[in-house]
T-cell receptor, first 109, second 113 residues
Framework: ELKVEQNPLFLSMQEGKNYTIYCNYSTTSDRLYWYRQDPGKSLESLFV?????AVKQEGRLMASLDTKARLSTLHITAAVHDLSATYFCAVCYNNDMRFGAGTRLTVKP | EAGVAQSPRYKIIEKRQSVAFWCNPI?????LYWYQQILGQGPKLLIQ????????DSQLPKDRFSAERLKGVDSTLKIQPAKLEDSAVYLCASSYTGATEAFFGQGTRLTVV
């Protein structure tokens, strides 16, 4: 059974700092997604990573995928308050999409 | 492009009652998902449709949950009878195929009292 693990589950960081969120998964997959969820809202797609070594960047967020290590990272550069949200990775396996537990990020002034 | 539409947005019912949720996916999307998201957790897949056929319902509690997608467009998810532990947000998502990016609706927040 596919298992998706994220860490950390909770992250409090100061504005201007850098940090990385990790997503490990248990079964071979070549498609991984990162979503953002604000409190009380639905999920917003951030990145779709489709191949080993894929790297995508949008603003202060950069996502990468290593399919051999079964690991994806979401790197936050010079965090700002607007990035406060919960971030989920989701792994595609047999056309199913399974989610991690999420990382609740709080960016403090 | 219109997004995934869900209704109702909120529902409060007593345990042992029945409830139904409705989802209208993005036009042209063949794949439709229903997820259950309990507070503080990641979404859990309940059922996946490809057009009007079920691809995966391995995590659907079939003794009380049912879902259908007639004509391969709109879908309904029903719970009968509801239990307290069914309190959650029910998210519908759609994609062109099971291998492409999924887009989520706003969700239905269910409270069972």
């Amino acid at each position: 059974e596919l298992k998706v693990e994220q860490n950390p589950l909770f992250l409090s960081m100061q504005e201007g700092k850098n940090y990385t969120i990790y997503c490990n998964y248990s079964t071979t997959s070549d498609r991984l997604y990162w979503y953002r969820q604000d409190p009380g809202k639905s999920l917003e797609s951030l990145f779709v990573l489709l191949s080993n070594g894929a790297v995508k960047q949008e603003g202060r967020l950069m996502a990468s995928l290593d399919t051999k290590a079964r690991l994806s990272t979401l790197h936050i550069t010079a965090a700002v308050h607007d990035l406060s949200a919960t971030y989920f990775c989701a792994v595609c396996y047999n056309n199913d999409m399974r989610f991690g537990a999420g990382t609740r990020l709080t960016v403090k002034p | 492009e219109a997004g995934v539409a869900q209704s109702p947005r909120y529902k409060i019912i007593e345990k042992r009652q029945s409830v139904a949720f409705w989802c209208n996916p993005i036009s042209g999307h063949a794949t439709l998902y229903w997820y259950q998201q309990i507070l503080g957790q990641g979404p859990k897949l309940l059922i996946q449709f490809q057009n009007n056929g079920v691809v995966d319902d391995s995590q659907l509690p079939k003794d009380r949950f049912s879902a259908e997608r007639l004509k391969g467009v709109d879908s309904t998810l029903k719970i009968q009878p509801a239990k307290l532990e069914d309190s959650a947000v029910y998210l519908c998502a759609s994609s062109y195929t099971g291998a492409t990016e999924a887009f989520f609706g706003q969700g239905t927040r269910l409270t069972v009292v």
